[in-house]
Nanobody, 121 residues
Framework: QVRLVESGGGLVQPGGSLRLSCTAS????????MGWYRQYPGKEHEFLAD???????NIVDSVKGRFTIARDTAKNTMYLHMNSLKSEDTAVYYC???????????????WGQGTKVTVSI
């Protein structure tokens, strides 16, 4: 089993910045693709960005230029730097990862529990 734990969410004013972190722990042989999603109430997960094990990055156009993604392979940690935040960025943000598990070598998808971001005056 692998656990993904997000942190860094909270309340921020419009125009402000936050850095979200996602740290993986557990039965890990290799962290493969890692990504960030967000979810509005009653909606499906919305893809934001991902980074593979070679640091190839994808970011959706809607947040490009404001959000950046990075990973620290040695720490099994991924980050989402969010700048120029807007009220419409208010959502629950989730970490996603594809993990090759130690022992079985199975490739398994995991999700974090989510961290809430509120952008408001």
């Amino acid at each position: 089993q692998v656990r993904l734990v997000e942190s860094g969410g909270g309340l921020v004013q419009p125009g402000g910045s936050l850095r979200l972190s996602c740290t993986a722990s557990g039965n890990i042989l290799k962290m493969n693709n890692m990504g960030w999603y967000r979810q509005y109430p009653g909606k499906e997960h919305e893809f934001l960005a991902d980074v593979d094990d070679r640091n190839n990055i994808n970011i959706v156009d809607s947040v490009k230029g404001r959000f950046t993604i990075a990973r620290d392979t040695a720490k099994n940690t991924m980050y989402l730097h969010m700048n120029s935040l807007k009220s419409e960025d208010t959502a629950v943000y989730y970490c996603n990862a594809f993990v090759t598990e130690l022992g079985s070598r199975n490739l398994v998808e995991y999700w974090g529990q989510g961290t809430k971001v509120t952008v408001s005056i």
